[in-house]
RNA sequence: GCCGCGGUAGUAUAGCCUGGACGAGUAUGCGGGCCUGUCAAGCCCGUGACCCGGGUUCAAAUCCCGGCCGCGGCGCCA
């Protein structure tokens, strides 16, 4: 390995490491060439950290060196660590440098200027815009959101489970699924994990979770949709309601919300508030009493039984946030119409469900509810959608041999990073976002 | 899928409405030079662009048509 530390743990140590000897690796940030001394910006994933190359402190050979240098070329350098009126406190008068690699063109973009761009542009040539360093910051959180499922759903009993991406039908109508060339047949990329987890809930796991690639086919253009995303999902069996999946889903986001401190760092990068929940809980509307409130308190008016559209999700969004200080609401009871035909309906009002959203801060982030596990309800519910029995015949089977009352969530994990940030596009969270016309890098 | 806006050096922009000194400006990058304490280093010299195709016109970056691409709104959804 040339590489020992990160930047972030030499200037952690500082006071030890000082007049000692260090070795950092990395890429070149800044050259601020004033011939008799150079001055080197290294970056590495963690930091950034001035280098000096002074002329009468090495040897004139290395000084030359620093002259082929360019801006993203990849160094390894030694010397030792001294005081100097930095922004870190802290710089590396160089005695050595190794050079591992010199860019063979110019740049098409600047990394430290690099949010400058166009998000097109930037798309593009994605492997130079993630060094800037607010941009990987957005990878960092998305990465810390993700630990802290698999540690929250983990210590509530759920175990990972990991499901076909390979797929023979869709979870619904298969109009929006993507078909791939499978051998001698046509199969489709999963648009959700949504049947096997609750397959994996039957086949007696009991409670469940993944984390994992969902596609979507719909040729959509807007700042929150992507065409392949990660999902956070969960399913979850012994339910006595759907509140109880809510609860789960609650637990996870007061998780994030109390855990938030450890990213700090990053949300003040962004200038990104803290996750607010009232200590009384995310509160949980139904669908008709959100439409009461629209209506009287914005003169907004949704089609009863109708979804919200993103500008009543916005609304809803702000009236939460005043009336309940909650970046967060649920919204409960969706129609029957709306909701796909494995939600479970109202015993006493069929025409709604026992289903929910999550908004935050103004933007659906979670999808759930309890799931119908009656065999024969389930046959009724197909009928009620006009949908074919035979198309979902191996997800009905798993159906007749014991199956408990669950439900479960799935959660979009770019929309959560990207609503946690505020990032104004969701591309902006995805490393390598797929749309409409974005098959490359 | 429907609708709207847009496409100028590597990048980001000015110019377009009102066609003509636009021979396309500026910043940054890139190439070169000066500089021993910079920190968005500075200063000097150089380099480099009107998306593609067609049309209108004496004349098109500018107006019109088509295509491709980009951005966004809606629908659908996480």
Redesign the pocket.
């Known amino acids: 390995m040339y590489k020992k530390a990160f930047i972030k743990d030499v200037l952690a140590r500082g006071q030890d490491l000082e007049g000692s000897s260090v070795r950092i690796c990395g890429w070149v940030h800044?050259i601020?060439?004033?011939?008799?001394?150079k001055?080197v910006?290294l970056r590495d994933r963690t930091g950034m950290l001035?280098v000096?190359f002074?002329?009468?402190e090495l040897e004139e050979r290395v000084l030359k060196e620093v002259e082929d240098l360019?801006?993203e070329s990849v160094v390894c350098i030694d010397g030792f660590l001294r005081r100097?009126?930095?922004?870190e406190g802290f710089?590396v008068?160089a005695s050595s440098l190794i050079v591992l690699s010199k860019p063979v063109e110019?740049?098409?973009?600047?990394v430290h200027?690099s949010l400058?761009?166009?998000?097109?542009?930037r798309?593009r040539y994605r492997w130079i815009d993630a060094r800037n360093p607010l941009v990987s910051k957005i990878f960092l959180l998305k990465s810390w959101v993700a630990r802290k499922f698999r540690e929250y759903y983990s210590s509530q009993g759920f175990v990972e489970i990991f499901t076909p991406k390979i797929v023979a039908s869709g979870t619904e109508s298969g109009a929006?699924v993507f078909p791939v060339l499978y051998f001698d047949k046509v199969a489709y990329l999963a648009q959700?994990p949504q049947f096997y987890k609750q397959f994996a809930v039957i086949a007696g796991f009991e409670r469940v979770y993944e984390i994992g690639p969902v596609f979507?086919a719909?040729?959509?253009?807007?700042?929150?949709?992507?065409?392949e995303?990660h999902?956070l999902d969960i399913e979850v069996g012994f339910i006595e309601s759907y509140h109880d999946v809510m609860d789960y889903v609650e637990g996870f986001f007061r998780k994030l919300a109390t855990d938030i401190k450890e990213v700090s760092d990053i949300l003040e990068a962004f200038q990104a508030p803290e996750i607010r929940i009232p200590e009384t809980g995310i509160p949980r509307i139904p669908i008709r009493r959100v439409y009461e409130i629209l209506e009287s308190e914005y003169g907004k008016r949704i089609p009863y039984g109708e979804?919200l559209?993103?500008?009543a999700?916005k609304l809803l969004g702000s009236y939460v946030r005043e009336k309940y200080n909650s970046d967060l609401v649920f919204v409960t009871e969706y129609p029957w119409r709306?909701r796909p035909f494995y939600a479970m309906r109202k015993d006493d009002e069929p025409e709604w469900t026992y289903s929910f959203?999550l908004l935050f801060r103004g933007l659906?982030?979670?999808?759930g509810g309890q799931r119908e596990h009656r065999y024969e309800r389930l046959r009724e519910n197909l009928r009620d959608k006009g949908l074919k029995e035979e198309e979902f015949q191996y997800y009905l089977e798993f159906f007749k041999h014991g199956a408990p009352p669950h439900g479960g969530a799935?959660?979009?994990l770019?929309?959560i990073t990207m609503q946690i940030l505020g990032l104004?596009?969701?591309?902006e969270a995805r490393l390598l976002p797929r749309?409409t016309?974005?098959i490359t890098p």
């Open positions: 800044r601020r060439d004033l011939g008799g001394v001055f910006i001035q000096v002074k002329k009468g360019r801006e100097a009126p930095t922004r710089e008068a110019p740049l098409p973009l600047e200027s400058k761009a166009g998000l097109a542009t798309l929006n959700s979507r719909e040729p959509h253009h807007t700042i929150r949709h992507l065409n995303y999902s979804d559209d993103p500008e999700e709306v959203d659906e982030v979670v999808t799935g959660m979009g770019e929309r104004q596009n969701i591309r749309d016309e974005r």
